[in-house]
């Protein structure tokens, strides 16, 4: 509706520039009788035959950009954007910009339009070219860094994205630790697949610097450390989760189990283990302690176990977990009950998503660091509560 309303508006905003253009250089006119310009009558012609382009040109064209109209120019580009008409928007805007009388705040407006203009038409290199010029010619231009920062996001260059944001942060005195952090991780992960490890662990330490609780730097060190061969510095960085982000232990749990693992430090694992159920009331911690008991001593014990946590905080792996147990020492047709039963649990556990982000309530299997709903960064965490792990 507001565009069809000013594509209606268009050419009075043209024909009032025409006359505003006419009473300024013509001393004296007939009183109260102005010649209605040719241009204005093909362009509503255009508009009434339902050829908008033309009209829209013809318009444009007898719209002197002057402090009237610019304005006007800008309104429409901007709506031509939003509308998915990026061509028309291109248009204007590089019209807008190719006149000299335009004031400099106006040509900077018009120039961080034309970037957005780009970004939408998918020429990402051209808006990155245009937006950069205006974040170093205009110190105040802090949307210019912004979208900048959207460009180096999209097409990956993390070096790049980096030293935006610190400038960003420079500027507004805002601080973007949490996506700077994540953009060293996403670097890192590049230089490892590249086989690089000593770089990536590098750039992890730079992530921590930036936030000091950015959980994955610490999953990240440890696997690169443990791949390495290194159980002891890996063992150091995932039990740093645990102060980093309780939320996410079940995440370093395997980590850190293949840590004690490769360390022979069994009788230490569930020392561990049982002081994070100590400060955690985590279902994680239980199943994997509850192994350990079985191991030990046997399923009576671990199944006990279980049942103690489950009788204060209720989960759906904990049942299934105690129903396995079960299934150890149980014959044919409690067996059988069980069995039905087993499968209930594992079918919802099957669809019920295991992460949520708790800026905008995406949900999913897969552990995003940043949200495909929203784009934050850090803001998915494993779901907590009865269907959590
Ligand atoms: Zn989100």
Redesign the pocket.
């Known amino acids: 509706m507001v565009f069809e309303a000013l594509l209606l508006l268009l050419p009075v905003a043209a024909f009032s520039g025409w006359l505003i253009g006419r009473r300024s250089r013509s001393v004296k006119t007939e009183r109260g009788r102005a010649d209605i310009p040719a241009d204005y009558l093909k362009g509503m012609n255009y508009l009434l035959n339902e050829q908008p382009d033309k009209a829209i040109d013809t318009f444009i064209q007898m719209l002197d950009v002057d402090s009237n109209t610019v304005e006007t120019h800008l309104a429409l580009g901007g709506l031509f954007r939003r509308r998915g008409e990026v061509d028309r928007a291109i248009r204007i805007h590089q019209n807008l910009i190719a006149r000299p009388t335009l004031k400099k705040d106006e040509r900077i407006q018009a120039l961080f339009e034309l970037g957005q203009d780009y970004m939408r038409a998918g020429l990402l290199d051209r808006a990155e070219t245009l937006l950069s010029e205006l974040a170093e010619s205009d110190q105040r231009h802090h949307s210019a860094l912004k979208l900048l920062l959207d460009i180096y996001q999209q097409e990956k260059e993390w070096q790049n994205a980096i030293q935006v944001a610190k400038k960003y942060e420079l500027r507004m005195g805002k601080d973007l630790g949490v996506s700077i952090a994540q953009f060293y991780c996403e670097l890192a992960e590049q230089v490892r697949a590249q086989g690089e490890p000593l770089r990536a662990l590098k750039l992890l330490k730079k992530a921590l610097n930036e936030e000091r609780s950015c959980v994955r730097a610490s999953l990240l060190e440890a696997d690169i450390e443990i791949s390495a061969g290194d159980a002891k510095s890996a063992l150091r960085a995932a039990q740093r989760v645990e102060q980093q982000d309780a939320d996410f232990i079940p995440e370093a749990l395997p980590l850190i189990k293949r840590c004690y693992q490769v360390l022979g430090r069994r009788d230490e694992f569930r020392r561990y283990l049982q002081r994070l159920l100590d400060n955690h009331s985590s279902i994680a911690v239980v199943l994997e302690l509850a192994e350990l008991i079985h191991e030990a001593e046997g399923e009576e014990a671990a199944e006990k176990f279980v049942t103690d946590f489950l009788k204060h905080t209720p989960s759906v792996f904990g049942i299934e977990r105690l129903i396995d147990l079960n299934l150890e020492r149980v014959k044919d047709e409690v067996k059988d009950k069980l069995l039905v039963l087993k499968n209930v649990t594992s079918d919802v556990l099957k669809n019920k998503p295991m992460y949520q982000?708790?800026?905008?309530?995406?949900n999913g299997r897969t552990l995003h660091w940043q949200?495909?709903?929203?784009?934050?960064w850090n803001?998915?965490k494993p779901v907590q509560g009865i269907e959590g792990k």
């Open positions: 982000c708790h800026h905008c309530g995406f949200c495909p709903g929203c784009k934050c803001t998915v």
